[in-house]
Nanobody
Framework: QVQLVESGGGSVQSGGSLRLSCAASGYTYSYKCMGWFRQAPGKEREGVAAIDNADRTLIADSVRGRFTISQDKAKNSMYLQMNSLKPEDTAMYYC??????????????WGQGTQVTVSS
């Protein structure tokens, strides 16, 4: 049974930074990708960043140059470093595992989410 627990969300002013963490249990790195997704009220869930078991990464255009994804397999953890945050980054952020890059419908496991709020 795979469990994913996100942490690190919060409220920050525009231009600020946050680091999200995802602690995974029961997860094996034979899966294709882990990823970060976000969903704002009234909008569809969108892929933000993904990383595969060879540490290759894919970053969405909307956050490229500001967000960085990484993982520590020894700690069974994945991270999302978010810099230069903008109000439009406000959303619930989800960690997901065993899927294909930034396509949310392909992921099998999801965390409960952590809220990120960016004020102008």
């Amino acid at each position: 049974q795979v469990q994913l627990v996100e942490s690190g969300g919060g409220s920050v002013q525009s231009g600020g930074s946050l680091r999200l963490s995802c602690a995974a249990s029961g997860y094996t790195y034979s899966y294709k990708c882990m990823g970060w997704f976000r969903q704002a009220p009234g909008k569809e869930r969108e892929g933000v960043a993904a990383i595969d078991n060879a540490d290759r990464t894919l970053i969405a255009d909307s956050v490229r140059g500001r967000f960085t994804i990484s993982q520590d397999k020894a700690k069974n953890s994945m991270y999302l470093q978010m810099n230069s945050l903008k109000p439009e980054d406000t959303a619930m952020y989800y960690c997901a595992a065993d899927g294909w890059w930034l396509s949310p419908t392909t992921y099998h496991y999801w965390g409960q989410g952590t809220q990120v709020t960016v004020s102008s």
